[in-house]
T-cell receptor, first 114, second 109 residues
Framework: GAVVSQHPSRVICKSGTSVKIECRSLDFQATTMFWYRQFPKQSLMLMATSNEGSKATYEQGVEKDKFLINHASLTLSTLTVTSAHPEDSSFYIC??????????FGSGTRLTVV | GQQLNQSPQSMFIQEGEDVSMNCTSS?????WLWYKQDPGEGPVLLIA?????ELTSNGRLTAQFGITRKDSFLNISASIPSDVGIYFC?????????FGTGTSLTVIP
């Protein structure tokens, strides 16, 4: 089946630093990848949609300069949280469109900014 | 983004009981999906529904795509402890997904 690998699974960083999260489709080509943010005990909130080779489309209220998304190839999208602050601490999840099962989610990244 | 209304928000049930949860929207969707999320993990697809009125089963799970295309329900029969988790519905329209608010399920042995 379709597999999406997301790394790292957990990261702790200092306030003011940047963190990069990778999302890879391992056995299929993903023309579209989605990035979500999830707060504890809440649902997934779509942050942005990225299409290979073009600029990401951000949802209203999501700062594009803070959450940089790059989808340079059909198997890799990255989310960089720039100048992270404690309020950016959250669970970030990617999903990829493609493969046999439509949309497949990564296993998520727990970001803690201290 | 848009969120779907999912109920109940949480459920505490005895092992062996049946579970039912539903999702409603003001928008029409082409596809309804149900996911389960374990703590610290990404959602895993349980059932996908592609046609209004469709009733699909996956083991002890049964889901239906509402006739109006604005709702869906998920039933779990004879619950077991490993059913514990958060269940999300999702409606798909074009290339966009919209998630429900989630149902937290606790199964008491």
């Amino acid at each position: 089946g379709a597999v999406v690998s997301q790394h790292p699974s957990r990261v702790i960083c200092k306030s003011g630093t940047s963190v990069k999260i990778e999302c890879r489709s391992l056995d299929f080509q993903a023309t579209t990848m989605f990035w979500y943010r999830q707060f504890p005990k809440q649902s997934l909130m779509l942050m942005a949609t990225s299409n290979e080779g073009s600029k990401a489309t951000y949802e209203q209220g999501v700062e594009k300069d803070k959450f940089l998304i790059n989808h340079a190839s059909l198997t890799l999208s990255t989310l960089t949280v720039t100048s992270a602050h404690p309020e950016d601490s959250s669970f970030y999840i990617c999903s990829a469109s493609g493969g046999l099962y439509g949309y497949t989610f990564g296993s998520g990244t727990r970001l803690t900014v201290v | 983004g848009q969120q779907l209304n999912q109920s109940p928000q949480s459920m505490f049930i005895q092992e062996g009981e049946d579970v039912s949860m539903n999702c409603t929207s003001s928008s029409i969707f082409n596809t309804w999906l149900w996911y389960k999320q374990d703590p610290g993990e990404g959602p895993v697809l349980l059932i996908a529904l592609y046609k209004a009125g469709e009733l699909t089963s996956n083991g002890r799970l049964t889901a239906q795509f509402g006739i109006t295309r604005k709702d869906s329900f998920l039933n779990i029969s004879a619950s077991i402890p490993s059913d514990v988790g958060i269940y999300f519905c999702a409606g798909q329209l074009g290339n966009q997904f919209y998630f429900g608010t989630g149902t937290s399920l606790t199964v008491i042995p």
